[in-house]
C-alpha cells in the first residue's frame, strides 16, 4: 500500500503494509537511524516522534494512521541541531549512553511547544514515559528548564 | 428480606427449578445460561421477579458484573491515574488524565493506544482510548452508587437514559471490554447482551440497588 505524508518538512512516499510500525518505515525503508528501537511495546520512549506535533510512540504506530499527516523525528527538530533543546542538551552534557536521548528530546519538544515555561511537576508529568537507563533524570529537567529560559533555583 | 436478597433468592429458585429440584414452573432454557462468572444472563432470566422496581435493580446489579470489572472499572478510576491488569495496579508508563482524561502532553493516552489492539506488543487499542471523568468514577464504588451517579445528568456527561442505553450498546471504546486482546480476560458475556441488560434496566424504571446490594 502507498502511503504518502510529510516527514521533517518534506512529503514522502513509502509503499508498505499499512499495519508496519512507522519506526520500521524511518529506520529501515528512510534511513532516518536517529530514532531509536527500545522496547517495541511503547513502553520506553526511545521511538518517540511528533505527529502533527504530538509525541507518539512510533515503534506501535501503524503507518495507515501517519497518511497525509506531518511527521517530525530528531533529524527534522532544527536543521543544524540549534533546537534550544538541543543546544541545553549539549551545554549542560546531558547524555551519558544516549540512547534514549532522541526520546526525550523529542517528547520535551512537543511539552515546549505546548508550555513554554513548565514546572518540575510538568516536566516529570511529561517525560514519565520516557525511561534513562544511565539515570540522567536530573540533567534532563535541568536541560528542558534551560531550554525554556528558566534559571536553576 | 432486603430486596437484593430477594431477587437472589428468585435466581437462586430458578436455577433449582432448572436442577428439577423444585416445583417451580419452568423457565425458558436460556435462563440457565450466564450464571458463570465470565457470562452474563439474559433479561428473560429476570421474568421471574414479578416487581418491575425488584427486576430493575436486579438487572442493574447483574449489570454491575460488568462494569465493575477490571477491563471496564480500570479506566474509570477515582484518582487521576488509570489502572492495569485484573489485579488492579497503577498503569505503566505512568500516566494522569491531564485536562480532558487523555493525558498530558507527551503522554497523551493515543500516543500509544491505537484505534484496535496490538498483538504483537501487545498494547490495547479502541477508538478515541481516554480515561471515563472524575466525575464518572466507578472504582471503590458500590453498584447502587454507580446506579444513581449514571442517571445523573450532572455526572454522566448529560446523557439521557435513552443516550445511556446506546452508548453501552454500541460504543465502541465501551465494547473493547469484551474485546480486550492479548490475553487479557475480557468482561463478563457480550456487549450485546450487557446493552440488553442496560435497555431492560432502563424499560423496567431504572432503579437503583440498595447502597449494600452486591453482586
Known sequence: ?153 | MVPARRWLMAGMALVAACAGRSPEPARSSTAMTGSGPSELREPAAFAAIADPTERSRALFLEASRVILHPRCANCHPDGDSPHQGTQPQLHDPPVTRGPDDRGVVGMHCDGCHQDRNLELARVPGAPDWHLAPRTMAWVGKSPGAICEQLKDLKRNGGRTLAQIVEHNTHDELVGWGWNPGWEREPAPGTQERFGAIIAEWVRTGAQCPSQEARR
Open chain 1, 1 to 153: 500500500m502507498s502511503i504518502r505524508f510529510r516527514l521533517n518538512g518534506v512529503d514522502r512516499e513509502v509503499d508498505a503494509d499499512p499495519e508496519m510500525p512507522l519506526l520500521w518505515v524511518l529506520r529501515d525503508l528512510l534511513g532516518l537511524a536517529g530514532t531509536k528501537y527500545g522496547c517495541g511495546q511503547a513502553l520506553c520512549g526511545a521511538c518517540t516522534v511528533h505527529l502533527d506535533g504530538e509525541a507518539v510512540r512510533s515503534c506501535v504506530t501503524p503507518i495507515r494512521r501517519i497518511a497525509g499527516r506531518s511527521v517530525v523525528t530528531i533529524e527534522g527538530l532544527s536543521p543544524d541541531g540549534s533546537h534550544p533543546l538541543q543546544r541545553a542538551w549539549v551545554d549542560l552534557g546531558v547524555p551519558q549512553c544516549g540512547f534514549c536521548q532522541a526520546g526525550q528530546i523529542m517528547t520535551a519538544a512537543a511539552l515546549l511547544a505546548r508550555t513554554s515555561r513548565p514546572t518540575d511537576a510538568d516536566i516529570d508529568r511529561s517525560l514519565a514515559g520516557n525511561l534513562c537507563r544511565c539515570g540522567t533524570y536530573q540533567r534532563i529537567r535541568a536541560a528542558v528548564k534551560k531550554a525554556a529560559g528558566i534559571a536553576e533555583g
